[in-house]
């Protein structure tokens, strides 16, 4: 790695899911890490109990001097922030967290795993597998993993499991062994301008992957042409993927059980800990990998039955007879059809209400038919205003849009200082509250109204 010569290393963001791992790693590796982020969270909280100060007001005394110091930053930050706009100005070696993720990962061998949907799970529980079964592995993960309780592992072997994020085109700046690319439905347009640009985003990081690259069924020909890894397909349940499951069956409190088949052989009776069959499909993913990796049959069982999920992910947090809550990180047409189709399959015949918080400007202007048609799928619809993160309100781009055209037989507007009398209105017998937002701060006061 290149930054030997630094004492310190500077975060602006440092709250954020792939900023706070970073950080992470280089406090586990004895540099004196500090940073800036907007609010207090529990990530942050988290990040001072270990030993990483953090501050929440821009504050130009708290940057280290600028020839000691790496400045990482996240291009969630505006450019006129002061801190960033002092760093630009001061001299300081200045880098986006993707550049110091990929620097991070030179020299090692390097699993990533890519794709609009699904790679955060995917990547979580290839490196449960590889952890489960004592290959070892460092692990930047997008999530915090339920079963580690962090987004970080360290491990002693030069294997390293990532994320590779598309947005900003952040995974070009990885090079990886295998990888594996999930999905590449049109998302980040705000980014790329057009599918078919973000498509070719994904042809040039698969023309990166050195030995093995793995691609959800029917998305292999817009990939075949730049990729020169060996290129294998996945699906869930089509038989002439290279890697799919078969014999799916559901069983008690919505466990799905399954054959993994596999040019390695066949794995029966595989059960995975979480619900969802596009939990079964990333599992078919994560597990591909590992087996390329060498990881036996008995250990990938073992690691898929007690692969506990991700924060955030069809997170179960009240579990009654009568009422169940979950929170899921959803904030795509896509994602919120499939994590509603899980919820049913898991629990037939009861009343659904979804809490939805759409997640930037352009996504809801770009997707908001598609927000509309996945929302029908619920009984009862309660709809927050839009989430703005990075972006300026953009004229007639409103919540009320989507849930106009929904099909709910149920459907009302609230905000957050209303969203549990809306609640308790709907009368739920499955609550999910869905969303990338600060919708993950009201999880502890519903979750405290239902105990």
Sequence with gaps: MKY????????????????????????SKGYLVSGYDRCPSDITDA?????????????????????????????????????????????????????ALGEVTKGQRCLAVSGTHGKTTTSTLLAHILTVAGKGCSAFMGGLSKNYSTNLLIGKEPVIVVEADEFDRSFHQLWPENAIITSMDADHLDIYGTHANLIEAFRVFASQVGGAVLVKKGL???????????????????????????????????????????????VSDCHLGVIGRHNIENAVAASALALMEGVGFD???????????????????????????IHDYAHHPVELSRSIQAIREAYPGRKITAVFQPHLYTRTRDFNDEFASALSQVDSLIMLPIYPARELPIPGVCSENILEKSQCPEKTMSDKAGVLEAIQKSNPEVLVTFGAGDISNLTEPIRENYR
């Design 299 to 325: 250990k990938l069982k073992e690691a898929l039955a007690s692969f506990q999920g991700v924060t955030h992910r069809l997170d179960l947090l009240v579990s009654k007879d009568d009422f169940v809550y």
């Design 4 to 27: 030997e010569n630094f004492k310190y290393v500077y975060f602006i963001g440092i709250g954020g899911i792939g900023m706070s791992a970073l950080a992470r790693y280089f406090n």
């Design 220 to 266: 292999e020909d817009e990939i075949r042409p730049t990729a020169k890894a060996k290129l294998y397909t996945y699906s869930l349940d089509d038989s002439s993927a290279d890697f799919h499951a078969s014999d799916i069956e559901l069983r008690e409190q919505g466990r799905l059980y399954f054959t993994l088949n596999s040019p390695y052989g066949n």
């Design 47 to 99: 990040l001072a109990k270990e030993g990483i100060a953090v501050h929440f007001e821009a504050d130009l005394k708290a940057i280290p001097p600028y020839d000691q110091c790496l400045v990482i930053y996240t291009p969630a930050i505006p450019a006129d922030f002061p801190e960033l706009k002092a760093v630009r100005e001061g001299g300081y070696r200045l880098v986006k967290r993707a550049l």
